[in-house]
């Protein structure tokens, strides 16, 4: 079976994950695509397949003869998707001889644009693999799970010589949590790759650094016609300090070593309000230019200083994001202390 064909398959399984359970996984879908990868595994003869009570599947290759003293080398690939943008069964589409230009996304009005997408131009005359335009596609990282599984296959197939080899598809990566039940001591490998990159033939080896951050405001709710002096509308104040953040330090306007603040959800009402964050910067050592914090240590401090709070006005869930995946190029936010100080002067 080729690669995209179990690519196919695989993203017809409905595994998001999910922040707001606090378990592990975090989404009992994850164990459909797990038991269904078990099975597969043990019919290309990897005979110890299993998959745990977290939702980790597990399995090993004996080296081929003549091989057994060489490095144990490992695969990994994450079997959850993200929450957003799939409501409903993934419907992929296959273009074959791709025209280079804007592409339709089935019939939901949809479509990828090289305006918008350059990369898209690079890819004519191959084959893409979307979906219908009203989910996701998931191939985040169902491919790296086919294109493992399909590696398997092949080194069976054509009698390839190897070492030992330690395959492991986890749970709950998009929320930051795909290492929490990791078992190193089981997975038993010296060195391993992540299928979850980018361009083919492409091999990262930097990571950025992630973390949360949810602000929560509480206001003073009264008759807005006897409010004089006394009102605080939450939704305003959350409102003033998102924009007292760095304007530039946004997703849209960083790249390469930048760091950011992205800001992924708001809700909220005059009472209660509630700025959802995530946080990404790429160097957190000391060798920082001086007086440059990562983004996540500008947060408490801003509460303080503009909204009196104090540093207990910034909440960070239990969860914390581990580091991220190597093809977003991590980000470090050299001139966000910069920045905030000149909008606060």
Do not use: W
Request: charged share 25%.
């Amino acid at each position: 079976m080729k690669a995209y064909e179990r690519l196919l398959s695989y993203v017809k399984v409905f595994t998001p994950s999910s922040e707001e359970t606090n378990t592990s996984p975090s989404t009992q879908y994850q164990f459909d695509l797990a038991r269904q990868l078990v099975q597969e595994l043990k019919e290309l003869g990897v005979d110890d397949a299993s998959v745990d009570e977290h939702c980790y599947v597990y399995g090993h290759i004996p080296a081929t003869n003549g091989y057994e003293s060489r490095k144990k080398l490992g695969f990994i690939a994450h079997m959850d998707t993200v929450s957003d943008f799939c409501d409903h069964p993934v419907t992929p589409v296959v273009t074959p001889d791709y025209d280079g230009k804007e592409l339709t996304l089935g019939t939901s009005g949809r479509v990828l644009s090289p305006k918008m997408f350059p990369h898209l131009s690079t890819l004519k005359g191959r084959t893409l693999i979307t979906s219908d335009g009203t989910t996701i596609l998931g191939a985040d990282d169902k491919a790296g799970i086919a294109e493992i599984m399909t590696m398997i296959e092949r080194l069976n197939s054509e009698n390839i010589p190897h070492g030992p080899l330690s395959i492991a598809f986890t749970p709950d990566e998009e929320i930051g949590m795909g290492p929490a039940h990791f078992d190193v001591k089981k997975f038993d490998a010296d060195y391993a790759y992540t299928l979850d990159g980018d361009t083919e033939g492409e091999i990262q080896y930097e990571n950025f650094n992630a973390a949360r951050a949810v602000v929560e405001f509480t206001g003073v709710n009264v008759h807005p016609g006897s409010s004089k002096n006394t009102m605080v509308n939450a939704a305003l104040v959350a409102m003033e300090f998102n924009s007292m953040l760095p304007s530039a330090d946004t997703p849209r306007d960083t790249e390469d070593y930048e760091g950011f603040f992205h800001l992924c959800s708001m809700n909220g009402d005059v009472s209660n309000a509630t700025l959802d964050y995530i946080i990404r910067d790429h160097d957190i050592s000391p060798h920082r230019p001086e007086g440059v914090q990562p983004h996540g240590a500008l947060l408490p401090p801003l509460v303080f200083r503009r909204h009196g709070l104090g540093p207990r006005g910034v909440r960070r869930p239990p969860r914390r994001h581990g580091p991220g995946n190597p093809a977003d190029a991590g980000r470090g936010g050299k001139t966000a202390q910069n920045r905030l100080q000149q909008q606060e002067s």
